[in-house]
């Protein structure tokens, strides 16, 4: 996530306005907060802010979640909580999951003995399950990094043509456009393929944004490298299934299954080093385990 957070700040700065009247689906008012003693422990991607709907005043805490992360339901808690004590107001928490959904349920309860010490709910927005075309054709303009990532019926190429052309005809602000252009860049790429993306939208908007640099050419660099990298793995495993036949005998199918799902260097080459310093086939195995 952290290769997006300066983005998503970047978004949240400019149309956060737009995320929360998203987030609650009717218009709000809203006031940025700046939390200079929560800063170090918030993430950069977490967004807090002062909202007004029918009378009523509260905090919205907003956090993006690019992957699934085990640890996201105690972090939120731990920022409500901390907020909720810092401002002695109501917390809306919420998470906005940019791809896939969580197992989470948006709920998390603590128990000890007989007593529900926490019972801690969240609101949770899995964006491949919403429908992205009333906002990739009337929706806010700012919000349309996001509806990349929404559940579409057209094909990728007309999703990122249509948002390319409504940044250049509805955005007069030539630095709004070009952020609002890096971000479907670099966003679309959580779901789409990056050589279609460089293929669809005009790069020429992309390569003077200095938040852009060097997008686009680790982008191609993966693209080329990735079948390389693929064969060299492959490699890497076959020369560690001959070290350990050389020091073991032949490899059970169990243990076969194991290394072979291995995908990187570092693990792989972890691997190879438990292998020469075990002194038998079960030593290597509880190794493996650890």
């Known amino acids: 996530m952290a290769e997006y957070d300066l983005i998503i700040k970047a978004l949240a700065e400019r149309y956060m306005d737009k995320i929360a009247s998203f987030v609650r689906g009717v218009p709000v008012d809203v006031e940025q907060i700046e939390d200079k003693e929560a800063v170090a422990v918030q993430r950069t991607s977490d967004v807090l802010i002062k909202v007004r709907e029918d009378g009523s005043e509260y905090l919205m805490l907003v956090e993006f979640q690019a992957r699934p992360d085990r640890k996201m339901t105690r972090r939120l808690l731990e920022y409500t909580a901390m907020h909720h004590c810092r401002h002695e107001k109501p917390v809306y928490p919420v998470v906005i999951n940019l791809t896939g959904g969580s197992r989470q349920d948006g709920r998390y309860i603590f128990e000890c003995l007989d007593l529900t010490v926490v019972n801690f709910n969240y609101r949770q927005i899995n964006l491949q399950d919403i429908s992205g075309r009333e906002l990739l054709y009337r929706g806010p303009v700012g919000l349309l ?23 250049q005809s509805e955005i007069k602000v030539e630095d709004d456009r070009a952020l609002l252009y890096v971000a479907l860049a670099a966003l679309s790429s959580l779901k789409y393929p990056k050589d279609l993306i460089l293929r669809v939208l005009e790069v020429s908007k992309l ?25 060299k793995i492959e490699g890497m495993i076959e020369m560690l299934f001959e070290l350990v036949e050389a020091r073991f005998g032949e490899v059970p199918d169990d243990l076969r299954s194991r290394l072979g799902v291995l995908k990187g260097h570092e693990e792989i080459k972890r691997a190879m080093r438990k292998a020469i310093s075990a002194e038998t086939i079960e030593e290597y195995m509880a190794r493996l385990e650890h």
């Open 145 to 167: 990094p996001l509806a990349s990532l929404m559940n579409h019926d057209e094909p990728p190429e007309t999703v990122l043509g249509k948002c390319a052309r409504r940044l």
């Open 207 to 231: 390569e003077n944004i200095p938040l852009f640099d060097g997008i686009r050419e680790e982008w191609e660099a993966k693209g080329k490298n990735e079948g390389k990298i693929e064969g």
